[in-house]
């Protein structure tokens, strides 16, 4: 077992068309056209905490994401800043992991580095590419998706590619209604993200 599958880290290295309904009556959300927004955003970020569980393994410490365009740079630290590390991951080809003092520990190259990364890891297939856009409330725009809501008319799940997304809150951000705890799951894993702090 490598360095990087211990512990919590292994679990997160999770590495994000929304609702079809434009208003839904309650919350005064453009569902639709807050979907369309967020896709043209140049770069944002998200700063809070994880955990996953699978069977009965699992982990959880402290996230930071940050998204600019296709680039993916995650930093990823236990409790008390124990077990620090960074993944970058360009968005198609290449990703790779350094730890606390900087050193290489993982690097995978070609258009399938990232699930081969995740699967390596995690030992079951985790959708990176889509988990930037879950992060944010929408759906990949690659693939269907089914969205529910709750009697207020705010966005509760969103499924996709035999995932579930939950959310349990929203919280106003630069005039945008962001996430705060997102649940992702299915029938192997959990992964619980709770976002203390959004910069857009």
């Known amino acids: 077992m490598n360095v990087v599958r211990t512990g919590w880290l292994v679990a997160l290295v999770a590495l994000a068309g929304c609702a079809t309904r434009p208003v839904v009556p309650g919350t005064g959300v453009d569902w639709l056209q807050r979907a369309e927004n967020l896709l043209q955003l140049p770069g944002w970020e998200a700063n809070g905490r994880i955990a996953v569980k699978s069977g009965k393994e699992g982990g959880q410490g402290n996230i930071r994401w940050v998204q600019d365009g296709v680039n993916v740079h995650i930093g990823l630290r236990g409790p008390f800043g124990v077990g620090a590390y960074q993944i970058d991951w360009n968005g198609n080809d290449d990703l790779v992991v350094t730890g606390k003092a900087g050193e290489v520990t993982l690097a995978y190259a070609g258009p399938d580095a990232v699930e081969r ?84």
């Open 117 to 200: 990364f995740m699967t390596d890891q995690l030992g079951w297939s985790f959708p990176a590419r889509s988990t930037r856009y879950w992060i944010l409330g929408i759906a990949d725009p690659r693939f269907t998706s089914r969205a529910e809501y709750d009697a207020d008319g705010w966005l509760v799940t969103l499924a996709q590619n035999d995932w579930v997304v939950s959310y349990d809150r929203f919280v106003t951000e630069h005039g945008r209604w962001m996430p705060r705890k997102i649940v992702m799951q299915n029938d192997q894993a959990r992964v619980k993200l709770i976002v203390d702090q959004w910069r857009l």
